[in-house]
């Protein structure tokens, strides 16, 4: 053999020693640690029994274990029971607010808080109760028309005016209000007010098919379309430790469930007058 092969030879013979020896290195290092664990295990558990614990061979580690297991199975359906409380409190106070909101809105007071834009809201919901296929006009530049309407296939449009008692429509708007009507071939009117109309302008509706809408006639269609929104007096809330439906009286107080749960309310009539469909 030359000396260059003799070097290869040597070469290749010391890489391979070298590969053999990490390979017993970490065989040696793996049994270690396999034992290491396996003491670990056997470790006495505080009943003083070899692998009590970690192998459980104890009685009353395998109790305690399994009682801990019971408690977290316990604690997590607790969690998911006041999750389902919560969301059902909160679609509960949802509906109350509305139904109290609906309310509200036979008030002549009330109404007239409302913004124009809010009235307008307000009338379009109405006519959507009533059976109404609603579309609302942009608020601005709306040309005399704040809703187009449809039901049975006829075309009507809506128009608002949110006055104090002492403002009347005139026949003058209802005749801009006509114009509308027969540029949308719109063959049926509502002229929507919180004040009350003039009597040339009655003579004029009732001759173009205008209905007029005064504050009174509103208040009894909101009545009809909204049967079920009687009492303000009570307000049902959900107690959201136990899910208890209570009937309170509609005040911010603080309360009991018959659980001796504390229930919170702070909400009002005057909080919920407050809230508006539209920010603004
Ligand atoms: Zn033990
Ligand atoms: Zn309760």
């Known amino acids: 053999m030359?000396?260059?092969g003799q070097a290869i030879a040597f070469l290749i013979g010391f890489y391979a020693l070298m590969a053999a020896l990490?390979?017993?290195?970490e065989l040696i290092g793996k049994a270690k640690k396999a034992i290491q664990e396996a003491r670990k295990r056997r470790e006495p558990c505080e009943h003083g029994v070899r692998g009590g614990w970690n192998e459980s061979r104890c009685p009353e580690c395998v109790r305690l274990k399994e009682e801990a297991a019971q408690k977290a199975d316990l604690e997590h359906k607790k969690k998911l029971r006041k999750q389902d409380i919560a969301i059902k409190a909160s679609r509960l106070r949802n509906s109350e607010t509305e139904r109290i909101r609906k309310s509200l809105l036979k008030s002549q007071d009330y109404l007239r808080s409302l913004s124009p834009q809010e009235f307008e809201d307000v009338v379009a919901e109405l006519f959507r109760s009533l059976g109404y296929d609603v579309k609302q006009t942009p608020y601005t530049n709306d040309q005399c028309k704040d809703a187009?309407?449809?039901?049975?296939?006829?075309?009507?449009l809506i128009e608002?005016?949110?006055y104090g008692p002492e403002n009347k429509v005139g026949r003058p708007m209802l005749q801009k209000f006509y114009a509308a009507m027969q540029e949308e071939h719109a063959g049926k009117g509502f002229f929507v007010s919180t004040g009350t109309f003039t009597s040339t302008s009655?003579?004029?509706?009732?001759?173009?098919?205008?209905?007029?809408?005064?504050?009174?006639?509103?208040?009894?269609?909101?009545?009809?379309?909204?049967p079920d929104s009687s009492s303000t007096d009570t307000f049902k809330t959900m107690c959201l430790e136990c899910g208890e439906v209570l009937n309170i009286p509609l005040k911010k107080f603080v309360g009991k469930c018959s659980n001796d749960h504390i229930i919170k309310n702070d909400l009002d009539l005057a909080s919920i007058s407050q809230m508006r469909t539209h920010p603004n």
């Open 22 to 25: 990490g390979y017993l290195l």
């Open 148 to 156: 187009i309407i449809f039901k049975d296939g006829k075309k009507s």
């Open 160 to 162: 608002c005016k949110r």
């Open 2 to 4: 030359t000396p260059v």
């Open 202 to 226: 009655e003579a004029y509706a009732s001759k173009y098919n205008i209905e007029l809408i005064n504050v009174d006639k509103l208040v009894l269609l909101i009545q009809e379309a909204y």
